[in-house]
């Protein structure tokens, strides 16, 4: 798997950084021209490779994304907010916190040649973007053509319990035929069932291991093996048309 990595500093020239109904965010390897929309914009440094990373500028992305970043250099942290969501990285180290709650990420922030690093996947996501590496071209695209606009997220996850849950949060019931939750580490998927319809409101729990049970709706059964890495193991819904609805690192 290609892990994407993403830098601080960048300057952009003649694009507008408020976010739009659609965007289309396209960065190469090796070139300082990315594109928003189509549109050429001068990046101060470009995309890089190393040690199988692809690193991308996060000041430039985050805000086309329409999120704020701030840097502590006392404490050596990028802070990115975007409406309610805060993400807060620390320089060397893999915790990151998400409004507040802990999680763990595959590769930690970083400083190379005086720009800080930050993984651009994770981010992305947990902004509502979807990220695709173009290996041929060796391209990164983000874009938020495929974000849908129903109100699900995981609320929670237990690990060790296996367990997650999954809310509504909208004023309307859910179809989730065909969804799936996915564990990012392990590779695994739970495709929910046809007809499945979540309600305005309420919750619905996935469940597996060896006290794996199923009482529908409000909680289902995954499978009776162990699913999640108890390391760390980030969740992640999409809709059936592929779409990220939510994550949870």
Do not use: C, H
């Not at 320089?91 to 990151?96: A, E, G, H, L, R």
């Not at 890495?229 to 592929?242: F, Q, R, T």
């Amino acid at each position: 798997m290609v892990l994407f990595v993403i830098s601080l500093l960048v300057v952009g020239i003649g694009v507008p950084v408020s976010a739009e109904s659609t965007k289309k965010l396209e960065l190469y390897v090796g070139n300082t021209t990315a594109y928003v929309n189509g549109v050429g914009v001068k990046l101060d440094a470009p995309p890089v490779i190393q040690s199988g990373r692809t690193l991308v500028p996060v000041r430039f992305i985050s805000e086309q994304m329409g999120a704020k970043v701030t840097w502590d250099g006392a404490k050596k942290q990028v802070t990115i907010v975007q409406g309610s969501k805060t993400i807060i990285l620390t320089i060397n180290s893999s915790k990151v916190l998400v409004n507040g709650k802990s999680a763990t990420i595959d590769v930690p922030a970083k400083t190379i040649n005086n720009r800080t690093m930050v993984p651009v996947r994770f981010v992305s996501e947990q902004l509502g973007y979807n990220v695709e590496w173009v290996a041929e071209s060796k391209k990164v695209v983000i874009d938020n053509s495929k974000v849908s606009t129903v109100s699900v997220s995981i609320i929670s996850k237990d690990l060790v319990g296996e367990k997650v849950i999954i809310k509504n949060n909208g004023n309307t019931d859910v179809d989730m035929s065909g969804w799936k939750l996915i564990s990012v580490e392990g590779n695994q998927v739970f495709t929910f069932p046809q007809k499945f319809i979540l309600k305005k409101g309420q919750t619905v729990t996935i469940t597996s291991g060896k006290n794996a049970y199923s009482n529908p709706p409000s909680v289902l059964e995954w499978t009776k093996a162990n699913i999640w890495n108890n390391n760390g193991d980030a969740a992640k819904l999409v809709d059936s048309e592929g779409r990220v609805i939510s994550t949870l690192p």
